[in-house]
């Protein structure tokens, strides 16, 4: 796989724009901001309300994923280039979550929303019509979802990247700084994990680094990739943005995303947990 | 589109007291800018990035210390520096 089969251009989303075969979605942490406007016949994913199981922590089920996909009108065979707000952080989710579902061709559209309005390209209100289809999901992929079972008996064997910013890590702060900081989980971060943030693998516009800059990055940080690695951040969201990374891009083969992330393992009673910086 | 509102969003039901808030708008020319704010912290690293509202405004709920803003609107990036301390909003107006 190469960075060209997972990762498009504004220019290619703009020649694909009317294929009926290429399904644009955009996801946003900031569910409404598609209302706003979104890139013409782009449809919408909202990440809380179609992505999460309404009552358990957990995502919705294969069945529940095939009434979704289906509702949208994406089809089995169809290309689907997600986007969205946030550097791709939710955009990256997805990505993740339908390759967790077994879609074959999903990409990203580098830079999402970000550089797609810093370019001043074309923004519309309209929502486009898709016709229903009959999706069929596979089984839940089990080899990219890490739980929290794996997350502790990866301390001190495997390469466990937070990609957390260097103050949540380290404990100051205990959700990402556009939020409030009021949460109930202790702050900190899962010793022996490096503190790698996902910001380092992507330039100010949202687009993600060249393959060269991001293996040295890793390299640089003291990651073995021929470990097994387990991402994490509060609630899965930009470790997804490093799954895809490592991956996606560096076609690592054993990479999981720990979607329980802080959230969970700070809530946890009894597990170990580290303060300060890497 | 209505101009830019002096300040940062309306802290109306935030607990400005145990937070540290970090908050303003971005204009350009006195009219609200459609763009991103990035904070970075001490050292330079990427800790969050928001979009402006419809009005130019921003804001961030970090921890005491010394911050940049980075405004990112189409054409330009601006920086400025803001120390940042519990039970205040600090306030900075980026004209771009």
Redesign the interface.
């Known amino acids: 796989m190469s960075r060209s089969d997972v990762l498009v251009d504004a220019e290619w989303v703009e020649a694909h724009i009317d294929d009926p075969k290429v399904v644009i979605v955009e996801v946003d942490e900031?569910t409404s901001?598609y209302d706003k406007n979104h890139i013409r016949n782009a449809v919408r994913i909202d990440w809380k309300q179609d992505l999460q199981d309404p009552v358990r922590r957990d995502f919705v089920d294969q069945a529940g994923f095939e009434a979704l996909l289906s509702a949208k009108g994406i089809g089995n065979d169809d290309t689907v280039v997600l986007y969205g707000?946030?550097?791709n952080w939710f955009a990256s989710y997805a990505y993740w979550y339908f390759k967790l579902y077994g879609h074959e061709d999903v990409k990203l559209l580098d830079g999402g929303r970000?550089k797609w309005?810093?370019?001043?390209r074309d923004l519309v209100a309209a929502v486009p019509e898709r016709a229903a289809t009959g999706y069929q999901a596979k089984a839940q992929n089990p080899d990219i979802r890490a739980f929290r079972d794996d997350v502790v008996n990866a301390i001190g064997s495997l390469n466990l990247v937070d990609v957390r910013?260097?103050?949540e890590f380290s404990g100051?702060?205990l959700?990402?700084?556009?939020?409030?900081?009021?949460q109930s989980q202790r702050p900190g971060h899962v010793p022996t994990a490096r503190n790698i943030?996902w910001?380092?693998s992507a330039n100010?516009?949202g687009t993600f680094k060249s393959d060269d800059e991001l293996k040295e990055l890793y390299e640089g940080e003291g990651v073995d990739l021929s470990k097994d690695t387990i991402a994490y951040c509060r609630i899965g969201e930009r470790s997804a943005h490093t799954w895809f990374v490592l991956h996606e891009l560096l076609g690592q083969p054993n990479v999981k995303n720990y979607d329980g992330s802080w959230t969970e393992y700070g809530s946890l009673v009894g597990v170990p947990i580290e303060l300060g910086a890497n | 589109m209505c101009g830019a509102k002096a300040g940062g969003p309306d802290l109306a039901g935030?607990?400005v007291a145990?937070?540290?808030i970090i908050q303003g708008s971005v204009t350009r020319d006195g009219e609200p800018v459609?763009?991103?704010v990035?904070?970075l912290?001490g050292?330079g690293?990427?800790?969050?990035?928001?979009?402006t509202s419809a009005t130019g405004q921003f804001?961030?709920?970090?921890?005491p210390g010394t911050w940049t803003l980075?405004a990112?609107?189409?054409g330009a990036?601006v920086d400025r520096t803001v120390v940042a301390q519990q039970g205040a909003a600090a306030e900075v107006a980026i004209a771009v």
């Open positions: 900031d901001a707000g946030n550097n970000k309005e810093l370019d001043s910013s260097p103050d100051k702060l959700a990402p700084a556009h939020l409030p900081q009021e943030p910001s380092k100010d516009d | 935030v607990d145990s937070e540290t459609s763009g991103y990035r904070l912290d050292g690293e990427f800790t969050a990035e928001v979009p804001r961030f709920f970090a921890a980075r990112l609107v189409p990036t």
